[in-house]
C-alpha cells in the first residue's frame, strides 16, 4: 500500500470516530430533554387532578374549594399509581390553597451529576412550572 493510500485510511477512521462522539452527545442532550418535557407533562396531568379536587364538593369527596381540609374536605395526594412513572418520581407538599409538586426524571441534567427536576405551584385558577437543573 502506498502513502497515500495510508493517509486515507486514516483520516477516514478519524472522520467516522468525530461522527460517532458527536452523535453520542446529540443524543444525551436529545434524551435529556425528551426526560424533562415528559417529567413537566406528568406534573400538568398532576395539577389538573389536584384542581379537579379543589373544585369538588366535599360530599362528592373533594376539598370543597381547599386543597387540604380546610373547609372541610378531603387534602389532595398524588395518587399511588402516578408518584412513580417511567418518567420519574413525584411528591407534593399540600397547603390551603396551593399545591407545590416537584418532580425528579430519570436523566442526568445539565451540571451532569444530578437528575432533572421540575417544580409547579398549582393554585386554584393558575399553574407555574420551574425547571431545576434543566
Known amino acids: 500500500m502506498g502513502q497515500q493510500q495510508l493517509l ?47 373544585r369538588k364538593p366535599a360530599a362528592l369527596g373533594g376539598g370543597n374549594n381547599a386543597f387540604n381540609t380546610a373547609n372541610g374536605g378531603t387534602v389532595w395526594a398524588i395518587p399511588g399509581q402516578l408518584d412513580t412513572t417511567g418518567n420519574g418520581t413525584y411528591a407534593a407538599t399540600v397547603a390551603a390553597q396551593t399545591v407545590t409538586i416537584v418532580g425528579t426524571g430519570r436523566e442526568t441534567g445539565n451540571n451532569g451529576t444530578s437528575a432533572v427536576q421540575a417544580t409547579m405551584v398549582v393554585g386554584p385558577n393558575a399553574i407555574t412550572s420551574t425547571t431545576i437543573n434543566n
Open 8 to 54: 486515507l485510511i486514516v483520516l477516514g477512521v478519524i472522520i467516522v470516530g468525530i461522527a460517532v462522539v458527536v452523535g453520542i452527545n446529540v443524543f444525551t442532550a436529545s434524551s435529556t430533554q425528551a426526560n424533562r418535557d415528559a417529567v413537566i407533562a406528568d406534573m400538568t396531568n398532576l395539577a389538573s387532578l389536584a384542581q379537579q379536587h379543589y
